[in-house]
């Protein structure tokens, strides 16, 4: 397997192409620690982007299929998709307001999305949203039935054509800016978890498990 996703001209960053990525490495690190997907396709003309929680197993991402299923009932070869996943690293405030960015880590993903039918590999997939979602919970969750699995439509794309692109670092202002009695910087964002508050369900005597207790991003 290639440490680089060849780009084409459906990937290849046009706009700011220096940062364009396209090693492997980088781009499983951002699919890694994204929770959330947005699935694009079309219908009959009109483009659909549906947010979904998927996973990245191996060489290939699996997402739930609630939305595109529908359109792939019938169409065995798949529906083509274009699956992107951003993280916000922060507000770039710069002296303009022209100048105002994001840093941010976003993978951008084209290819044919078809239902995953086997059960084991639907399994496999739901084993990766789960753990996902937090690792440690599929082994003391529930873990899905077959009549379960069987509501459950899972789409697989595999990855092959992948672009991920980068904004980091500081501000970038116009020469003359510079000079501009004006704040300048970067506020960090990050995704931070709280502390963990019990279902008004769950017995009193079940404590909250390590792997939850101690689970930080
Ligand atoms: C949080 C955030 C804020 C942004 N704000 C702005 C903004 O204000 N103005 C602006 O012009 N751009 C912004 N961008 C970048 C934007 O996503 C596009 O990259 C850009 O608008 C168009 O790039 P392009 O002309 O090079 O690509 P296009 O010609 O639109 O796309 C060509 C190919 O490049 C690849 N590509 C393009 N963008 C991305 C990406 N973000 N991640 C991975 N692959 C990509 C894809 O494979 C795509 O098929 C932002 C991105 C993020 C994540």
Known sequence: M???FASNERTR???EPHRGVYDRESINKI???GFVCHVGFTVDGQPFVIPTIYARVGDAIYFHGSAASRVLRGASAGIAVC???TLVDGLVLAR???NHSMNYRSVVALGKAALVDAPAEKFEALRAFTEKVLPGRWNDARQPNEKELKATSILRLPLTE???KMRTGPVEDDVEDYALR???GIVPLRLAADAPVGDARCDARIAVPPYVAQWRR
Do not use: I, M, Y
Request: glycine letters at 0%; a negative charge.
């Open 96 to 98: 303009s307001v022209f």
């Open 2 to 4: 290639s440490e680089t």
């Open 83 to 85: 699956v992107t996943v």
């Open 162 to 164: 992948v672009s991920a």
């Open 182 to 184: 004006v704040w300048a």
């Open 13 to 15: 960053v046009v706009r």
């Open 31 to 33: 699919l890694d620690e």
